[in-house]
């Protein structure tokens, strides 16, 4: 799966987590760029992507996340192995 795959699959994810079919994510996003991401959303965030993926996230790796390009390689990663 592509960048841009797993982009666009993850902006779904978004969209449906922040119900706001308008959202539209980009490498740099953090949590300060979306309003209503708070601790809580950022959980159900994690296990809907989880969910969509196919994939688990460990606790280093949510931990390790700086912003949604992050996000991607560490879909992608998992996606890999």
């Known amino acids: 799966m592509t960048d841009a795959e797993v982009r666009e699959r993850l902006t779904g994810v978004f969209r449906d987590v ?3 079919a ?3 994510i980009f490498d740099s996003m953090t949590a300060a760029d979306v309003d209503g991401w708070d601790s809580l959303t950022h959980v159900t965030l994690i296990v809907a992507a989880e969910k ?3 994939v688990k996230f460990s ?3 949510i ?3 700086q912003n949604v390009g992050g996000f ?3 879909i992608r990663k998992k996606l890999s192995t």
């Open 59 to 61: 606790t280093r790796d």
């Open 52 to 54: 969509a993926f196919g």
């Open 63 to 65: 931990q390790s996340l």
């Open 72 to 74: 991607v390689a560490l």
């Open 18 to 20: 922040f119900d706001n």
């Open 22 to 24: 308008s959202l539209t």
